[in-house]
């Protein structure tokens, strides 16, 4: 009879995965609400990236700066990674051409300032183009 339970495929082997990518698909939520943002208010917004702490941060007004409210939460709109729904993920590296290497912003008309990528958890990739804003998740 012991053998039988030996034999079940294990359910639960790609959950990780599965948590992973829904967490990937939050961070380029937050990014899409940043670049709607900008065009709502017609004011420059961006996303900071923190590699050492392991979060990210949505701002308006560059480069001085107010951290936009989460409309969920109706906090600041400061994201960490590696808890709660965004266990198991981790930045690890945001590299952008502008307006700073690890800042995304965007243009009152919603156009990225600079492209450039964010990577999380070392091999998963958020691109964003240059000219379009368009997100590739790899």
Sequence with gaps: ASDVYKRQPNVFSG???VKVSTAIGQVVDDIRYCREEAEATR???WVSFDISNNRYTLYRHYPSGTILTNPVTQENYQVQLGQGS???LT???ASFTAP??????FTPFGTPV???SITLNGSRVITVEPETGT???Q
């Design 15 to 17: 959950y990780s995965s």
């Design 43 to 45: 004011d420059t917004c």
């Design 86 to 88: 965004l266990d198991g």
């Design 91 to 93: 930045l690890t590296a």
């Design 100 to 105: 700073a290497s690890n800042h995304l912003a």
């Design 114 to 116: 600079g492209g450039g």
């Design 135 to 137: 997100l590739d998740i």
